[in-house]
């Protein structure tokens, strides 16, 4: 069973413009994690929040953490059209991940 | 570098037949797993090892073996191969700390199809 899943399943946006994607999860965590897939390629990390956090930056990438609604969003400012990608969000272990189905961005440029 | 890496990265077997997935990473990490990805069912754990001649069982590992016989290496077996077996296969890679989780650093891929 999947541990998250993210919301909308898929996003189009102008080229400039910001996403927000979020996601929901079932049980306690000691940690969220963030990633992106582009088409037909593996999955690279983005950022991980800890759950005594509640926001996180990295560049373009702003990240929260509401643990009491079992809740995270991922938003990206002035998004690009390599921007296009699906995006995952992640709980669990270093060895075991629980993801969900993902959100799909298209960056229109 | 190379980080994870993955063979082949595209596989077409006949429902019965038998093949290993091969993955290697040279980061020297404890921990290593292996997913599989089919459309709308974001990534699923088969089997992680967490550390050589340690392993075992994820989300969905009835018909997969694996073993880990050194740090670097992390076969994944197919026993018999059967239709819904087909999907795409990650094998990812993290080190361990005590005090926190680290990310997971994911090899390219393998796209298998059974038929």
């Known amino acids: 069973s999947q541990q998250g899943e993210e919301d909308p399943q898929a996003l189009s946006i102008q080229e400039g413009e910001n996403a927000t994607m979020n996601c929901s999860y079932k049980?306690?965590?000691?940690?969220l994690q963030w990633y992106r897939q582009n088409s037909g390629r593996g999955l690279v990390h983005l950022i991980l929040?800890?759950?005594?956090?509640r926001e996180k930056h990295s560049g373009r990438l702003r990240v929260t953490l509401d643990t009491s609604k079992k809740s995270s969003s991922l938003l990206i400012t002035a998004s690009r059209a390599a921007d296009t990608a699906s995006y995952f969000c992640a709980t669990g272990g270093a060895n075991n991940l629980f993801f969900g189905t993902g959100t799909r961005l298209t960056v229109i440029p | 570098n190379a980080g994870v890496t993955q063979t082949p990265k595209f596989q077409v077997l006949k429902t019965g037949q038998s093949m290993t997935l091969q993955c290697a990473q040279d980061?020297?990490?404890?921990?290593m797993s292996w997913y599989r990805q089919d459309p709308g069912m974001g990534l699923r754990l088969i089997h992680y090892s967490v550390g050589a001649g340690i392993t075992d069982q994820g989300e969905v590992p009835n018909g997969y073996n694996v073993s880990r016989s050194t740090t670097e290496d992390f076969p994944l077996r197919l026993l018999s191969a059967a239709p819904s077996q087909t999907s795409v296969y990650f094998c990812a890679s993290s080190y361990s700390t005590r005090l926190a989780n680290t990310e997971a650093f994911f090899g390219q891929g393998t796209r298998l199809t059974v038929v």
């Open positions: 049980t306690s965590i000691n940690n």
């Open positions: 980061m020297n990490h404890e921990y």
């Open positions: 929040i800890r759950s005594n956090e």
